[in-house]
């Protein structure tokens, strides 16, 4: 069974910085794309970071660009996503989820395989 659960969210103030966490059981995090993606409350889902399966390659929505640093830490079989600068646009709940997808398709939420619950995050104006 794969297991990923986030955490970390919380309500801060404009220009803060949290760092939310995804923490992975079942499956071998740096075998898979590790990807964010963010839904505010009436919005589509929007895909925010990924930090790829071979190598570690990141890319981040223009957004975030910046603000926001993915990593992964592979003896811990987690993933993370450092946000900085907090807006109250970047109010949301913010999900991690992997996959398998080439390079393409990192943005897609459709291609990633498992998702966590997700964690809010609020960032008051």
């Known amino acids: 069974q794969v297991q990923l659960v986030e955490s970390g969210g919380g309500s801060v103030q404009v220009g803060d910085s949290l760092r939310l966490s995804c923490a992975a059981s079942g499956r071998t995090l740096g075998t898979y794309n590790v990807g964010w993606f963010r839904q505010a409350q009436g919005k589509e889902r929007e895909f925010v970071a990924v930090?790829?399966?071979?190598?570690?390659?990141?890319i981040y929505a223009d957004s975030v660009k910046g603000r926001f640093t993915v990593s992964r830490d592979n003896a811990r079989n987690t993933a993370y996503l450092q946000m900085n600068s907090l807006k109250p646009e970047d109010t949301a709940v913010y999900y991690c989820?992997?996959?398998?997808?080439?390079?393409?398709?990192?943005?897609?939420?459709?291609?990633?395989?498992?998702w966590g619950q997700g964690t809010q995050v609020t960032v008051p104006s």
């Open positions: 930090i790829r399966r071979n190598g570690g390659a990141t």
């Open positions: 989820a992997i996959g398998s997808q080439v390079l393409s398709a990192v943005r897609d939420s459709g291609m990633y395989l498992h």
